[in-house]
Nanobody, 115 residues
């Protein structure tokens, strides 16, 4: 009933940039909190950036000053601009939306940063 689709991942050299996109669809008629999470091999899934329905953004300390989360003009679309990428940013990135107390996830997009 709620579906998320991410895109924009790929292979990039250290110091490069990528822009991830996420679109939510389904039975949602409100503006919802959304976020980006990532999971590297052997690691737990962690918050990268989150944006509330009031456009308040929070970031993991490791990405502050490098990543920017923003909403599109279409409701419940979100982007993650990733600058100054580092090898430790390598992970599968997942889009998230909070709706009626439940979290919904996209299938993920791979980001690989080479040295």
């Amino acid at each position: 009933q709620v579906r998320l689709v991410e895109s924009g991942g790929g292979l990039v050299q250290a110091g490069g940039s990528l822009r991830l996109s996420c679109s939510a669809s389904g039975s949602i008629t409100t503006l919802n909190p959304m976020g980006w999470y990532r999971q590297a091999p052997g690691k737990e899934r962690e918050l990268v950036a989150d944006i509330t329905e009031r456009d308040v953004a929070v970031y993991a300390e490791s990405v502050k000053g490098r990543f920017i989360i923003s909403r599109g003009y279409i409701r419940n679309t979100v982007f993650l601009q990733m600058n100054g990428l580092k090898p430790e940013d390598t992970a599968v990135y997942y889009c998230n939306i909070l709706h009626l107390g439940d979290n919904y996830w996209g299938q993920g997009t791979q980001v690989t940063v080479s040295s």
